[in-house]
């Protein structure tokens, strides 16, 4: 069973930046493909940005050139990086492991992000 664990949330003025992490047990972190996702109150979940085991990257409209998503192999660990926040920003944010060889996916708890002045 994989653990994913996020950790860099909190609360940042408008303009702010955050660097969330999330952090995978097991040794075969390097063949999945990590999303992080977003869910704000009233909203379905909404996917914000993905990186895929050969590093390509894909990311929502709303924060292209705001947001950038990376990975650490070594680390077992995915990031994003949020800059130029925005109240609408506002969200807990979820990560997500997909495995493609077991076809498994794996989700953390979450962590808030509140954007507010």
């Known amino acids: 069973q994989v653990q994913l664990v996020e950790s860099g949330g909190g609360l940042v003025q408008p303009g702010g930046s955050l660097r969330l992490s999330c952090e995978a047990s097991?040794?075969?972190?390097?063949?999945?493909?990590m999303f992080w996702y977003r869910q704000s109150p009233g909203n379905e979940r909404e996917l914000v940005a993905v990186?895929?085991?050969?590093?390509?990257?894909n990311y929502v409209d709303s924060v292209k050139g705001r947001f950038t998503i990376s990975r650490d192999n070594a680390k077992n660990t995915v990031y994003l990086q949020m800059n130029s926040l925005k109240p609408e920003d506002t969200a807990v944010y979820y990560c997500?492991?997909?495995?493609?060889?077991?076809?498994?996916?794996?989700w953390g708890k979450g962590t808030l992000v509140t954007v507010s002045s």
């Open positions: 990186i895929d085991s050969s590093g390509s990257i």
């Open positions: 997500n492991a997909v495995d493609p060889l077991r076809l498994k996916d794996y």
């Open positions: 097991g040794s075969i972190f390097s063949i999945y493909n």
